[in-house]
């Protein structure tokens, strides 16, 4: 069973809402009784409770407070604000454009040491070509309705911060799957040097390049959503509205487990470099 990153979030803010539902209970109050004493109507309770809305500290503060569980207020507000961290939406990392976003990683990048990455659909973003990338993120802007397209820009400073992969200090471990050499995202001239500049990088002595065969019989594990694993630290997963950061180190364990499975149906060298080249003989 795969992991589902906006269950893993969900999951995180249940917690918090059981948490408080059990706290209620003990001190023998009803719903009703307990928006009385927090100030605020009933139905605000039921939504906190069933983790429709995540409490805010000031919700958390005068929750405990009416259940006479001051003690639990800190570590309530820390769980809560973990959770909702966890799940992201794009537009509000997308209110200062594409570039934005892209410069904001480069630090995080030069400290982590240990890159793993699976793609099940576009050519990992630190092994992108600028011309594939900028046809990566004007799509992504078309279809999220940025109102100020920096996509060109962007995909400039997504190659400058990919150049992390030529500093000493770091390994990189990538696997994808066949079909994404594939996945025309970008015009032929496009896709021709990007499939080139794969068979580059994946020279680079840092650098694991693995492809999963799209003729593999018996998968020991089926295709997932992308995700990156940063240092055993932090797993990164992309999503339609939301990126979503995972950082219990359970979950991150089953992250890497499914990558190690993935990586191990992969192909690498001279076989990966056969897959690239046939991909780039379908472009003529």
């Given amino acids: ?35 009385r004493r927090c100030g605020w109507h009933y139905s605000k309770t039921s939504r906190i409770e069933n983790a429709v809305t995540g409490p805010t500290a000031t919700d958390i503060r005068r929750w405990c407070k009416a259940t006479n569980s001051e003690d639990q207020t800190q570590d309530l507000i820390v769980r809560s604000l973990n959770a909702e961290s966890m799940y992201r939406e794009w537009r509000h990392q997308l209110r ?34 600028e011309g594939y990338a900028a046809a990566v993120l004007r799509t992504s802007a078309r279809f999220r309705g940025i109102p100020v397209d920096d996509s060109a820009e962007a995909a400039r400073a997504r190659v400058e911060r990919s150049r992390v992969i030529h500093e000493q200090g770091h390994r990189f471990l990538i696997v994808i799957e066949e079909h994404v050499l594939y996945c ?27 492809i999963i065969p799209m003729a593999t019989r018996e998968r020991a594990r089926w ?42 149906m992969a192909v690498y060298g001279a076989e990966a470099r056969a897959l690239i080249l046939r991909a780039i003989e379908t472009l003529h």
């Fill in 1 to 35: 069973m795969s992991v589902s990153p906006s269950s893993s979030a969900q999951a995180a803010r249940e917690v918090v809402a059981e948490r408080l539902r059990d706290l209620r209970k003990e001190a023998g109050l009803t719903i009703v009784e307990l928006a």
């Fill in 184 to 210: 025309q995202i970008a015009d032929a001239d496009s896709m021709a040097a990007q499939l080139g500049y794969l068979l580059t990088v994946g020279a680079l002595p840092a650098v694991s390049l693995g």
């Fill in 96 to 129: 200062s454009g594409l570039k934005q976003l892209q410069d904001s990683l480069v630090q995080f990048y030069r400290e982590t040491e240990v890159f793993r990455v699976y793609s099940s659909t576009l050519v990992p973003g630190l092994l992108q070509t």
């Fill in 223 to 264: 295709p997932d959503e992308t995700f990156s694993v940063y240092d055993d630290k932090l797993v990164s997963v992309e999503l339609v509205s939301a990126e979503v950061n995972v950082t219990q180190p359970s979950e991150i364990g089953l992250y890497v487990k499914a990558f190690e499975g993935l990586r191990s």
